[in-house]
């Protein structure tokens, strides 16, 4: 090979690397912003870098070695969706976001739960990790799901899940929002029956399947009872209105809802009407949930005792 030629060589071969480095510098930016400033090997090999290449951005301070074969970029900031990331890349590939976790990740929380729940399948052992729960669980093909380049459980199980350890309100919400249906819920529900928080989470979809309404004004009226309030009777009139709970001398009404997924357009505005015209009337009205009765109880016998030693 001429000089003239190793020198036309040597300039193909520059210019190949410039391209190549450009190239790969988009796809590192493309990946990165698509995980929140997170990546691991495997993503990095995909478009070229090898660990040398990964060891020299970490020695530069480029990245933060985070976790088993996980980086992160440190110019970004830690979210907590960058948080729920590595977390999952750190228990490894088959490693499935679930519980509360996937919950939130679906939206259904404002706030990102502590630890991050993560499943994965039976036998699968390994060292504990700080800030990870780890359940053992093999799911159903049905019950994998990537959402934002996250693998997590589906939403009907995620919204189970939740509901057991956050409270029935969140499959309400979920319900109300159309997330979910209650058919998709029953039936993710029954792919794991001996799981644990099974009969919890049996007794919220039996409550929620009937609207809980006639359910919850019974435990209310065992709440009152328990509590030593007395005065009140239950469907009583006021004002040409009929009313759950009626303490005619405090004139307070407690209204008890069931969930609030089965009220209808037009019963909302009925109800609103209602409450309207008995608070022009002269009368407190307060509204409690089957939530409210079942996981704040203490909460709203709390609001009801203040309301009557207000109106004494």
């Not at 990165?32 to 951005?57: C, F, K, M």
């Not at 989470?201 to 309030?229: Q, V």
């Amino acid at each position: 090979m001429s000089p003239g030629d190793t020198q036309c060589y040597r300039s193909r071969l520059r210019n190949r690397i410039a391209d190549l480095r450009v190239q790969w510098g988009v796809d590192l930016r493309t990946i990165l912003s698509a995980n929140d400033g997170v990546i691991t090997l495997a993503q990095a090999a995909s478009v070229g870098l090898d660990r040398s290449a990964v060891r020299r951005r970490v020695s530069s301070g480029e990245w933060r070695h985070v976790g088993r074969g996980v980086y992160f970029a440190a110019d970004r900031r830690l979210t907590d969706r960058a948080r729920t990331r590595i977390k999952r890349a750190d228990i490894g590939d088959r490693a499935v976001v679930s519980g509360a976790s996937a919950a939130w990740w679906f939206r259904m929380l404002d706030r990102a739960p502590k630890p991050v729940t993560v499943c994965v399948p039976r036998g699968r052992h390994g060292a504990a990790r700080e800030g990870v729960l780890v359940i053992h669980r093999d799911l159903d093909p049905v019950d994998v799901v990537s959402v934002d380049g996250l693998v997590v459980v589906s939403r009907p199980l995620a919204a189970i899940e939740a509901a057991v350890t956050h409270g029935a309100g969140v499959l309400d919400n979920a319900l109300l929002r159309h997330l979910v249906t209650l058919d998709d819920v029953a039936a993710a529900h029954d792919r794991y029956p001996s799981r644990r928080g099974s009969p919890r989470a049996a007794a919220i979809i039996e409550a929620c399947a009937g609207g809980a309404r006639s359910h919850a004004e019974r435990i209310a009226h065992r709440l009152l009872d328990g509590a030593s309030i007395t005065g009140w009777t239950a469907n009583d009139e006021a004002s040409g209105y009929a009313g759950d709970l009626l303490f005619a001398d405090a004139r307070l009404i407690v209204e008890i809802d069931g969930f609030a997924f089965h009220s209808a357009a037009d019963d909302f505005q009925r109800d609103r009407t209602r409450q309207n015209a008995l608070v022009a009337a002269g009368w407190t009205v307060l509204r409690f949930t089957w939530a409210d009765l079942t996981e704040r109880p203490d909460h709203v016998l709390a609001v009801i005792r203040h309301a009557l030693r207000r109106a004494a």
